[in-house]
């Protein structure tokens, strides 16, 4: 038994460098994965999903070359693209000045439009008009300088009211006019007036007042490994209070198995050669005998 639980704490460790290994390749960053640290892509605070973003959840981070590589939320409506329970990719992304880097779901491409001074946003033409309106002007997708809106946004239907003056207003006083995407955390939303808000980056995060530039991006997420990220926020004491409960408690049963099954696997072997070793003394006897 103690051979066996000697192998499995071989085992185990080697088999972990052999997938961080392949997962880099298909990654092409490092390092290839990240840890959720806050509750911001969960769709519940009480439970945790399979296939979204819970707190605790390491997940993969692809590299990014460029805007094209990147499916927002309003281009998902149009193709089906859709990925962790909603249209859309998920990007991870951080610039100078940023305390960490932000995993957000990528919501809508502005194209600056240096001629007429506001912003384009050619894809919104790919989607129903009832998921969009622009209050207070003429309904185009071309040169707008006021409020977008995008309705019914995620799982909760909310409304993303997109403030384009302010931001602009920021560009325009930094020096800096240029478009990009705009961001939101699947679970940043508030209930105003009994309709569901969202707080979307560039107007809730101090330090991110414009669309996200090309280099900003670190990457996508791709894959999921539920749970195991909850190991680093213990350490580090940055466990947010209102992490599901079902997380630590499939954290525990999945360690528990990850120890357990190489060691079941090498004793349910040994067991079988012993049975084959006394078969075949059984037989040599048997054979004997007849002699």
């Not at 790919?126 to 998921?131: R, V, Y």
């Not at 120890?259 to 084959?276: Q, T, Y």
Request: net charge negative; glycine share 10%; with cysteine.
């Amino acid at each position: 038994m103690l051979v066996s639980t000697i192998k499995a704490f071989i085992i185990a460790p080697a088999i972990f460098l052999l997938v961080i290994g392949a997962i880099f390749l298909y990654s092409g960053i490092w390092p290839p994965m990240v840890v959720v640290e806050s509750e911001s892509m969960q769709h519940s605070d009480d439970t945790s999903f399979i296939g979204v973003i819970d707190t605790g959840d390491i997940v993969v981070v692809k590299k990014v070359d460029s805007y094209q590589d990147v499916t927002t939320y309003v281009e998902g409506l149009a193709n089906g693209h859709s990925t962790y329970g909603a249209p859309g990719d998920v990007i991870i992304y951080h610039r100078e000045g940023m305390p960490k880097p932000i995993i957000h779901r990528a919501m809508v491409m502005l194209e600056y439009n240096f001629t007429g001074g506001g912003f384009d946003v050619p894809t919104l033409a790919d989607i129903p008009d009832e998921l969009w309106s622009v209050p207070g002007g003429e309904k185009v997708w071309w040169n707008l300088k006021e409020v977008l809106v995008l309705h019914d946004v995620g799982h909760v239907n909310a409304r993303l009211e997109i403030d384009l003056s302010t931001m602009l207003s920021y560009m325009f006083s930094n020096g800096r006019l240029h478009g990009g995407i705009i961001t939101l955390g699947d679970n940043n939303w508030e209930m105003v007036d009994g309709v569901p808000v969202a707080r979307y980056d560039q107007r809730w995060l101090t330090s991110m007042r414009e669309p996200v530039m090309e280099e900003w991006i670190v990457g996508k997420a791709r894959g999921e490994l539920p749970w195991f990220g909850l190991l680093k926020l213990w350490a580090t004491g940055t466990m947010p209070d209102d992490t599901p409960a079902n997380c630590q408690r499939n954290l525990v049963i999945s360690l528990g198995a990850l120890i357990l099954i190489p060691i079941v696997i090498d004793v349910g072997s040994n067991v079988m050669r012993r049975r084959g070793i006394e078969l075949d003394l059984k037989g040599l006897r048997n054979r004997r005998d007849k002699k």
